[in-house]
């Protein structure tokens, strides 16, 4: 870079999955300079933070292992992005000047309030801070103390089995069928597992009132729970709708193709909380990676002067992991329907573990050698898209 010129100033909010990966791929040019805002100093493997609240794994990784050279790292939360003066406001009354940003800042557990005493008595395992309590409280009642999880999907499933796996009495309570993102074969396989670890798996009926000791149910007999956790649903923080922008019915940053905001060209989203012409993508580290860099390429092309791609991303599988030694993984099309084809036990489980691992270790690759991370495509999503 010339050392008269300015360089691109491009803030990327948010450092999971998504935005750590964005801020590394942006160092393809040497005329930017990256600022990654996160409200923690240690990036957060989300996809095993079960693992953590059960006190199977760490799940936080130091920045210093993964971000590339030149990439800073403020840690704090961003408030507003103010479009007019180019700006984003941090919680410490700081501001940060951009020509760019990218919005990358997840989703969350959506605890209903709607259900008396969810918010009061449940814990969640969405975020690390709430896993971590989690974690604590583990630790109190008697091991054969009945524990209740709430919400049948992934997250549901891989917590309950985590936490069977340690031979907790545990009852699963989904709204709807079990494991509803897979094929009728492959949740067979997920509830047999669940039946041999001694789960008590209740569908179809969703719980009504949580107290700190039973959840109720649409019937209105309590179950004793000593501790309940809840997984069902998600949300996005609200930093889009608080900045003016156009946001879908969840919050997600409603963008074009591009994953360029539609009031905003200087605004590109990522991950969990993008919504592109509406459709996002399944909530997943599978989708976030690749958002992430496609992100970074529409920065990038609009530095160079060039118009943004239309993203691509096809789909393999979706995993469950059962406990430490077993896992279901079900194949999909590219465009996220599943097939019929799975496999289980300790072969899917192996599986699951170095999907895990690479994930971290592709964050690392693309911050010693921008470019380094691929991923499956299957043509522009546009020209799949029914009007």
């Given at each position: 870079?010339?050392?008269?010129?300015?360089?691109?100033?491009?803030?990327?909010?948010?450092?999971?999955?998504?935005?750590?990966?964005?801020?590394?791929?942006?160092?393809?040019?040497?005329?930017?300079?990256?600022?990654?805002?996160?409200?923690?100093?240690?990036?957060?493997?989300?996809?095993?933070?079960?693992?953590?609240?059960?006190?199977?794994?760490?799940a936080a990784v130091d920045y210093?292992?993964?971000?590339?050279?030149?990439?800073?790292?403020?840690?704090?939360?961003?408030?507003?992005?103010?479009?007019?003066?180019?700006?984003?406001?941090?919680?410490?009354?700081?501001?940060?000047?951009?020509?760019?940003?990218?919005?990358?800042?997840?989703?969350?557990?959506?605890?209903?309030?709607?259900?008396?005493?969810?918010?009061?008595?449940?814990?969640?395992?969405?975020?690390?801070?709430?896993?971590?309590?989690?974690?604590?409280?583990?630790?109190?009642?008697?091991?054969?103390?009945?524990?209740?999880?709430?919400?049948?999907?992934?997250?549901?499933?891989?917590?309950?089995?985590?936490?069977?796996?340690?031979?907790?009495a545990v009852t699963l309570i989904?709204?709807?069928?079990?494991?509803?993102?897979?094929?009728?074969?492959?949740?067979?396989?997920?509830?047999?597992?669940?039946?041999?670890?001694?789960?008590?798996?209740?569908?179809?009926?969703?719980?009504?009132?949580?107290?700190?000791?039973?959840?109720?149910?649409?019937?209105?007999?309590?179950?004793?729970?000593?501790?309940?956790?809840?997984?069902?649903?998600?949300?996005?923080?609200?930093?889009?709708?608080?900045?003016?922008?156009?946001?879908?019915?969840?919050?997600?940053?409603?963008?074009?193709?591009?994953?360029?905001?539609?009031?905003?060209?200087?605004?590109?989203?990522?991950?969990?909380?993008?919504?592109?012409?509406?459709?996002?993508?399944?909530?997943?580290?599978?989708?976030?990676?690749?958002?992430?860099?496609?992100?970074?390429?529409?920065?990038?092309?609009?530095?160079?002067?060039?118009?943004?791609?239309?993203?691509?991303?096809?789909?393999?599988?979706?995993?469950?992991?059962?406990?430490?030694?077993?896992?279901?993984?079900?194949?999909?099309?590219?465009?996220?329907?599943?097939?019929?084809?799975?496999?289980?036990?300790?072969?899917?489980?192996?599986?699951?573990?170095?999907?895990?691992?690479?994930?971290?270790?592709?964050?690392?690759?693309?911050?010693?050698?921008?470019?380094?991370?691929?991923?499956?495509?299957?043509?522009?999503?546009?020209?799949?898209?029914?009007?």
């Amino acid at each position: 870079m010339d050392a008269h010129s300015t360089p691109h100033e491009i803030v990327v909010i948010g450092g999971g999955y998504a935005g750590t990966v964005a801020a590394n791929h942006l160092r393809l040019r040497t005329d930017v300079a990256i600022t990654l805002v996160n409200p923690r100093p240690t990036f957060v493997e989300r996809i095993r933070l079960h693992q953590f609240a059960a006190g199977n794994y760490d799940a936080a990784v130091d920045y210093g292992t993964l971000l590339g050279d030149g990439v800073r790292l403020v840690v704090d939360s961003a408030t507003r992005i103010d479009s007019a003066s180019r700006t984003v406001e941090l919680a410490s009354g700081d501001a940060l000047d951009y020509d760019y940003v990218i919005y990358a800042v997840g989703s969350t557990g959506a605890i209903p309030s709607s259900v008396p005493g969810a918010a009061e008595f449940a814990y969640s395992v969405a975020e690390f801070e709430f896993a971590e309590r989690l974690r604590a409280r583990l630790a109190e009642p008697p091991a054969d103390a009945a524990i209740t999880v709430v919400g049948g999907g992934l997250t549901g499933v891989e917590t309950a089995a985590e936490l069977a796996d340690q031979g907790r009495a545990v009852t699963l309570i989904c709204g709807g069928v079990l494991a509803p993102a897979l094929t009728a074969p492959a949740r067979r396989s997920v509830a047999t597992w669940l039946s041999e670890h001694g789960v008590t798996v209740l569908e179809g009926d969703p719980v009504t009132q949580v107290r700190q000791d039973a959840v109720v149910l649409t019937g209105g007999t309590p179950r004793p729970s000593a501790l309940t956790v809840w997984t069902a649903g998600f949300g996005v923080p609200g930093l889009a709708a608080a900045s003016g922008l156009s946001v879908d019915p969840l919050g997600r940053l409603l963008t074009d193709e591009t994953l360029v905001s539609v009031d905003d060209d200087r605004v590109v989203g990522a991950g969990d909380a993008a919504s592109p012409s509406g459709r996002p993508l399944r909530m997943r580290c599978q989708a976030a990676m690749p958002l992430g860099i496609q992100a970074a390429d529409a920065v990038l092309s609009r530095i160079a002067g060039t118009a943004p791609a239309v993203i691509d991303q096809a789909f393999k599988s979706t995993c469950i992991s059962l406990g430490r030694h077993a896992a279901t993984m079900q194949y999909s099309r590219p465009d996220d329907t599943p097939l019929d084809t799975f496999i289980d036990g300790q072969k899917a489980a192996e599986a699951k573990e170095e999907l895990c691992r690479r994930a971290v270790m592709g964050i690392s690759m693309e911050g010693r050698s921008p470019g380094a991370v691929v991923w499956q495509k299957a043509g522009p999503r546009a020209a799949r898209m029914v009007a």
